[in-house]
């Protein structure tokens, strides 16, 4: 099991940006070195979305097409958090947002359940955007 904690979810204007971050345990962080970590989204009435992902000690890094541009995933200051830097924010990106530590670095939830990827979530953080 692992244990995820996100943190800076709030509310902006259009436009404005947010900082996420996600924390994991020190141990998971030793032990998983070939996690993938990705944020997902889910607003009211609508599929979970996955938005970014990045594969632990590297750069490679991959997007959604709605955040391209706008919001930028990275390995935190500190060695075991990874951030979610959210530009030019939109009504649209709306949502509660969750940090995810998966074996496998997709955002396609159809695949995820095809491959039977294993995710462990974080309890959410959200974000509104007027």
């Known amino acids: 099991h692992v244990q995820l904690v996100e943190s800076g979810g709030g509310s902006v204007q259009a436009g404005g940006s947010l900082k996420l971050s996600c924390l994991l345990p020190r141990d998971t962080w030793r032990k998983y070195r070939n996690l993938c970590m990705a944020w997902f989204r889910q607003a009211p009435g609508k599929e979970r979305e996955g938005v970014a992902l990045?594969?632990?000690?590297?750069?490679?890094?991959y997007y959604a097409h709605s955040v391209k541009g706008r919001f930028t995933i990275s390995q935190g200051n500190v060695n075991n958090t990874v951030d979610l830097q959210m530009d030019n924010l939109k009504p649209e990106d709306t949502a509660m947002y969750y940090c995810?530590?998966?074996?496998?670095?997709?955002?396609?939830?159809?695949?995820?359940?095809?491959?039977?990827?294993?995710?462990?979530w974080g309890q959410g953080t959200q974000v509104t955007v007027s």
């Open positions: 990045i594969f632990l000690g590297s750069d490679i890094t």
């Open positions: 995810v530590a998966q074996t496998y670095c997709t955002l396609e939830m159809a695949a995820i359940k095809a491959l039977g990827v294993t995710q462990y």
